[in-house]
């Protein structure tokens, strides 16, 4: 039998735990595979006679089974032998936790190791098995362990697993639902007082022949026949966990299903169950009934045998959107409307017979389809799919997870492998002085940029920079040079301490790095021979998560929470990069200085007896680098094309890589014909990008307003216009007349004439908490309330609050308004405030560049004033661009307001 691993947990039996797999089968079928013989164990560091101390935990502890002594490494430093450790296996999994802290308290105790992991997860690292992996199972016979229904096609007992290598993806079986619920007298609905009175289902594949399912707690007229009609909320309730059951689903999907449907339904069951209504609200592939737990401001779920997914975080993460309500959602990234029907009139449609009732019974229906498109159709899971894969985590553990518990997994297998043991989570008072000792963290270079606007800029990036440094270096937990001192060399990094090289021990980190590495460049080869578009899915996820876990590493090594943290290994991989960029910039600046380019190829001074007139002479200079990027500006008396930057490039970042130990490597990336830095970390370039035989471009903006989401769609077009009027025309003349019309159509707006525009001027915020938890008033909590005192709910938690400033005296906090309000009641907005806090202050930073006055693009065509346009010279002078040249020209009169119908036509 083969299978993919979808889930894992343990039940009790009287001979001891009992491992039990879910997952799906190459033939489609369900599977729930028991595993017996795993036990549960942890071990303690101590001094003095262990057989002593062996002989009093037995005593003193009845749930342990047995005391073992075996050799191992402490979790930190290069030790040149292992030290005796007590191995304690329990009766059962629980019991580690539950004697650990007294075991500390036991005289010669020092440490205990690996008492928080998971049982299932102690099985899968031990046993070298990965969630979403494949196994084939040995020795299948009929499982004595399941004492209740299991809701699976299969269910046996297996003597053994082996992980085998499999590219595909089982059939997996996927179900999104949505809840419509009764808001009483327009409020929000409560699981107490307002009955779920629709549920919809949507099925891929299909279940009976139905793409979707809508459940309808009463009889209507005229539904379609996908369309369930019952006489009572429980009834449907009942039915709607009846199909759950039967169409057997591995991924269970909904959008904001973990922060609403979810709890809203498992809530709304218990109390039916307090007034003599069961519901059966079994949905595990144990039976286990659903429910839900809170943590901190989280809702996790959890159903044993299937993966939950709730859309909208793993939407908040992966897209950066103005809001992630899913009818904006759907919009923008599936381009599909979704029906709305207003809480204030959900009472109304469902009293009504006739096309109300149906419209929101489309409504419901609509809400779970698009959930089940958002996750099939943008592949939401194929990344986590792959991170599971590879990193060993269940696949439940990384969609609910960050990325130090997939660094952690790896870590287990590989310390168990190489026989160290790995200390527990850190407790507060821990990560409290990890956080003191963290201040002196210092990160990457960023040198000062050049200012201005460059033209043939070439862009070197250091491929996995972190990472190889800490392969080629050997930096790791276990070979920082703590007491043992190795008889071989050492390596000491700019920032201070010591590590041994890999001649002596090769550390763990740079080993997992190293495999990790290898495993994604053989990935990207596979993908370039891959037969179809599934298989090809499939390898660029893996290459993805390789990526990503890749760049998890040195990350890991600083965070104050994780099992294992080193600032001195932080630091040192940091100071590395440090040098190695102010390395590079002297080694271009200094010792290639310049490249020749003849017949098509890039040679050195030296590499050429002579120098022909028909030589092109490129002098390098380096203008700008950030952590792991260096832009070179490449001058010459002669047009340098896009394929001669491409030769410039290659060659300096061949020759720097000869300089750098293996595996680091520093990679042509792209080419900026033209280049705007303004400050640190503040730039925007028209870069280059080869494709094959082709260049293509497009502008890449880092630091400034265009994709910050606090700003107005308004700033963000226009900075992205003057821009590329800037980048790809050099034409700064052009840049001020187009701010200028801006401003002038924002001064004189009509906001009933001109509604669309509200768009454009709608800022969004979180709204994290609740509005009592903020310190101080701000515009979102403003209108937050508003929107609770006109509908009587506010907007929920997590939701991100688009606002307006509209027209008045009163403070900015309290003019904060519903962008829907303003549109309806025609209310005026106060563009000045859009104009000299929006629009202006991030458009000088850009054209005050090149010496333009924010006074001259302050704009009103209806008022006459200092700066307005005339026929004669203007004060304020705006250079342009003219190939190599640079004029002073006046700014003439713009043209583009007389023909403009609207502020959008720009």
Not at 306 to 324: E, F, G, H, N
Request: charged share 25%.
């Amino acid at each position: 039998m083969n299978f993919q691993i979808l889930d894992a947990d343990y039940v009790g039996h009287e001979s001891g735990p009992v491992i039990r797999l879910f997952g799906r089968a190459e033939d489609g079928k369900s599977v729930c595979c028991f595993v017996p013989g795993f036990e549960p164990y942890f071990y303690i560091s101590a001094e003095g006679e262990l057989d002593e101390l062996s002989t009093m935990l037995k005593e003193r502890f009845d749930v342990i089974r047995k005391v073992d002594i075996i050799p191992k490494f402490e979790p930190i430093g290069f030790q040149v032998s292992k030290k005796p450790m007590l191995r304690v296996t329990t009766m059962e999994p629980r019991n580690v936790p539950e004697i650990r802290d007294d075991v500390l308290t036991l005289p010669g105790v020092k440490e205990v190791y690996e008492t928080d992991i998971l049982f299932r997860n102690r099985f899968l690292i031990d046993r070298d098995l990965h969630g979403m992996g494949w196994v084939t199972a040995d020795s299948v016979s009929e499982s004595p362990f399941s004492r209740d229904k299991i809701y699976c096609d299969s269910v046996f007992t297996a003597s053994s697993l082996e992980e085998i290598e499999k590219l595909s993806i089982a059939p997996l079986k996927y179900l999104s639902f949505d809840i419509e619920c009764l808001p009483i007298g327009g409020s929000m609905p409560v699981p107490e007082t307002s009955p779920v009175i629709m549920v919809s289902m949507s099925f891929s594949p299909a279940f009976e022949g139905n793409d979707t399912i809508v459940l309808v707690a009463k009889k209507v007229e005229g539904v379609s026949a996908d369309v369930e009609c019952f006489d009572s909320e429980t009834l449907m309730l009942n039915r709607f966990f009846e199909i759950f059951q039967e169409y057997d689903a591995d991924v269970v999907s909904g959008y904001n299903i973990n922060g609403f449907d979810i709890p809203y339904i498992a809530d709304r069951v218990t109390m039916l169950a307090g007034s003599g209504k069961n519901v059966r609200s079994s949905v595990g592939r144990d039976g286990r009934i659903l429910s839900y737990r809170k943590i901190g401001n989280r809702t996790m779920v959890s159903i044993p045998g299937r993966v939950v997914v709730d859309t909208l975080p793993l939407i908040r993460s992966q897209y950066s959107l103005k809001r992630y309500t899913l009818r904006n959602v759907a919009k923008e990234l599936l381009d599909k409307e979704k029906l709305d029907v207003a809480p204030s009139d959900m009472e109304e449609y469902w009293n009504d017979s006739g096309e109300k009732v149906l419209k929101f019974i489309d409504y419901s229906r609509r809400d779970s389809e698009l959930a089940m498109e958002l996750l099939l159709k943008l592949q939401l899971l194929d990344k986590h799919i792959a991170i599971a894969q590879v990193s060993g985590s269940l696949i439940q553990e990384v969609v609910d997870g960050g990325q130090t518990s997939m660094v952690d997994n790896l870590l287990l297998r590989e310390y168990g492998k190489q026989g160290r043991v790995i200390p527990p989570k850190p407790n507060d008072d821990l990560v409290f002085l990890r956080n003191r000792s963290s201040e002196g963290l210092k990160g990457g270079a960023v040198l000062e940029p050049k200012r201005g606007l460059l033209e043939n800029v070439v862009i070197l990036d250091y491929k996995s920079l972190y990472p190889t440094i800490m392969m080629a270096h050997n930096l790791c937990y276990t070979t920082v040079v703590e007491q043992d001192r190795p008889d071989g060399g050492t390596v000491k990094p700019p920032s201070g301490g010591e590590f041994v090289s890999a001649e002596v021990s090769k550390g763990i980190m740079p080993s997992i790095l190293e495999r990790l590495l290898q495993q994604r460049v053989e990935t990207k080869v596979k993908m370039k021979n891959a037969s179809n578009d599934s298989e090809y899915r499939v390898l660029d996820a893996t290459q993805l998560a390789l990526k990503i876990l890749l760049n998890s590493f040195y990350g890991y090594s600083g965070y104050t929470r994780a099992r294992l943290y080193s600032l001195a290994l932080a630091n040192a991989v940091t100071s590395f990069g440090r040098n190695n960029i102010l390395d590079t910039r002297a080694l271009i600046n200094g010792t290639i200085s310049k490249v020749i380019l003849r017949d098509g190829s890039a040679y050195f001074t030296e590499e050429l007896s002579s120098i022909s007139n028909d030589d092109n002479i490129v002098s390098l200079s380096v203008v700008y680098g950030d952590t792991d990027s260096v832009f070179v500006q490449c001058s010459s008396k002669t047009e340098v094309s896009l394929d001669d930057a491409g030769l410039v490039g290659s060659r300096i970042a061949a020759t720097v890589s000869a300089s750098l130990p293996d595996p680091m490597e520093l990679e042509f990336e792209s080419i900026a014909k033209r280049a705007l830095f303004i400050a640190k970390k503040r730039y925007a370039i028209w870069v280059f990008e080869r494709s094959g035989d082709e260049w293509k471009d497009g502008i890449k903006v880092k630091g400034m307003e265009t994709v910050r989401r606090d700003w107005c769609g308004l700033t963000s077009k226009t900075l992205n216009k003057i821009l590329g009027m800037v980048l790809k025309e050099g034409n700064i003349d052009g840049a001020v007349h187009h701010v200028r019309s801006v401003v002038d159509g924002v001064r004189n707006i009509d906001v009933k004439n001109d509604s669309d525009i509200i768009d454009d001027l709608t800022m969004t915020r979180m709204f994290s908490k609740k509005a009592t938890s903020y310190k101080n008033k701000q515009p979102h909590l403003t209108v937050a309330e508003k929107i609770e005192r006109r509908t009587g709910s506010p907007p929920p938690v997590g939701e991100r609050i688009p606002f307006v400033i509209v027209a008045g005296k009163d403070m900015f906090v309290n003019r904060a308004e519903d962008p829907e309000y303003v549109r309806e009641n025609n209310i005026p907005i106060d563009v000045d405030y859009y104009i000299k806090k929006q629009l202006l202050p991030p458009v000088e930073r850009i054209l005050g560049v090149f010496g333009v006055d924010i006074a001259n693009l302050d704009y009103d065509s209806k008022q006459k004033g200092l700066f307005d346009f005339s026929d004669k010279p203007q004060d304020s002078p705006i250079k342009r661009i003219n190939k190599k040249e640079v004029e002073v020209q006046s700014p003439q009169p713009s043209e583009e307001k007389k023909s403009q119908s609207s502020l959008f036509d720009f």
